[in-house]
Nanobody, 124 residues
Framework: QVQLVESGGGLVQAGGSLRLSCAAS????????MGWFRQAPGKERDFVAT????????HYTDSVKGRFTISRDNAKNTLYLQMNSLKPEDTAVYYC?????????????????WGQGTQVTVSS
């Protein structure tokens, strides 16, 4: 089992940057593929990015390609999401999630553990 705690959210102007972190408990972080999802008010939880267990492969939703970068440091049990050129439509609660697999996935149903979320607000 793994517990996830996100941090790094906040209020930023359009065009700005934020880096989200997701700290994982336990000693088996490198057994999990990881993902970032986001949920805006009144909307479903949407896929943002995913990364394999060793960081060798990543995948992004089209709307964030070229602006967001997912990465992980298995020695620190931490997942990151670097967000650049932020837009008002990026405003949402961002969640990290762990999947008991070496391969990532864009479906929230494939993930076994979730953090509590961190709010990202981008003003225009």
């Amino acid at each position: 089992q793994v517990q996830l705690v996100e941090s790094g959210g906040g209020l930023v102007q359009a065009g700005g940057s934020l880096r989200l972190s997701c700290a994982a408990s336990g000693r088996t972080f490198n057994r999990y593929a990881m993902g970032w999802f986001r949920q805006a008010p009144g909307k479903e939880r949407d896929f943002v990015a995913t990364i394999t267990w060793n960081g060798a492969a990543t995948h992004y939703t089209d709307s964030v390609k070229g602006r967001f970068t997912i990465s992980r440091d298995n020695a620190k049990n931490t997942l990151y999401l670097q967000m650049n050129s932020l837009k008002p439509e990026d405003t949402a609660v961002y969640y990290c999630a762990a999947r008991t697999s070496v391969s990532g996935s864009s479906s929230p149903h494939d993930y076994d553990y979730w953090g509590q979320g961190t709010q990202v607000t981008v003003s225009s």
